[in-house]
T-cell receptor, first 111, second 120 residues
Framework: TQLLEQSPQFLSIQEGENLTVYCNSS?????LQWYRQEPGEGPVLLVT?????EVKKLKRLTFQFGDARKDSSLHITAAQPGDTGLYLC???????????FGKGTKLSVIP | KAGVTQTPRYLIKTRGQQVTLSCSPI?????VSWYQQTPGQGLQFLFE???????NKGNFPGRFSGRQFSNSRSEMNVSTLELGDSALYLC???????????????????FGPGTRLLVL
């Protein structure tokens, strides 16, 4: 069974601060995705990373896939209240390509 | 294009009852996957249907079943409900298979808003 550990579980920061969310596993993934979920809604895909060491930027969000494809991080620069939500990482295992989700990081950005 | 729709959005049942949830995928999408989301366990994969066939199944008891129709709409059924079945049930659609060896690593799934089930 492939597991993804996300940290921190909860994060409350002031508007304008920077933050990093981590997603770690002992398993290798063929790809890793990050989602954001808002209350009452389903998760919305932010990015997919496929290559070890890959870095992708989406405005103030920077995503990195570890060289060994076992871990990933999400860095948000100058957080805004609109960034508030539950951030989920999800990895696709080799062969089954079934998505395994982390339990999420609940981010609150205070104005 | 309309997104993934799920009905009903909220449901209250009692232990021992059964429930059927419905999911309409994005037009043209042939894959529908179902997930259970709880605060303790997070999002867990239930099963995927593609072209009316179940492709993969997660680690859930046989009380959880599903099916897919020729128009790609899918239903999920839970029989003999238990208190622990209280959760947000999400479905996700994609144009191509989302699991298995034919699935691309970068395949994108689009999630619906979910059905919140409360079992009393």
């Amino acid at each position: 069974t492939q597991l993804l550990e996300q940290s921190p579980q909860f994060l409350s920061i002031q508007e304008g601060e920077n933050l990093t969310v981590y997603c770690n596993s002992s398993s290798v993934f063929s790809s890793l995705q990050w989602y954001r979920q808002e209350p009452g809604e389903g998760p919305v895909l932010l990015v997919t990373v496929v290559t070890g060491g890959e870095v992708k930027k989406l405005k103030r969000l920077t995503f990195q896939f570890g060289d060994a494809r076992k871990d990933s991080s999400l860095h948000i620069t100058a957080a805004q209240p609109g960034d508030t939500g539950l951030y989920l990482c999800a990895g696709r295992g080799a062969g089954s390509y079934q998505l395994t989700f982390g339990k999420g990081t609940k981010l609150s950005v205070i104005p | 294009k309309a997104g993934v729709t799920q009905t009903p959005r909220y449901l209250i049942k009692t232990r021992g009852q059964q429930v059927t949830l419905s999911c309409s995928p994005i037009s043209g999408h042939r894959s529908v996957s179902w997930y259970q989301q709880t605060p303790g366990q997070g999002l867990q994969f239930l099963f995927e249907y593609f072209s009316e066939t179940q492709r993969n199944k997660g680690n859930f008891p046989g009380r959880f079943s599903g099916r897919q129709f020729s128009n790609s709409r899918s239903e999920m059924n839970v029989s003999t409900l238990e208190l622990g079945d209280s959760a947000l049930y999400l479905c996700a659609s994609s144009p191509a298979p989302a699991t298995g060896i034919r699935a691309r690593p970068q395949e994108t799934q689009y999630f619906g808003p979910g059905t919140r089930l409360l079992v009393l």
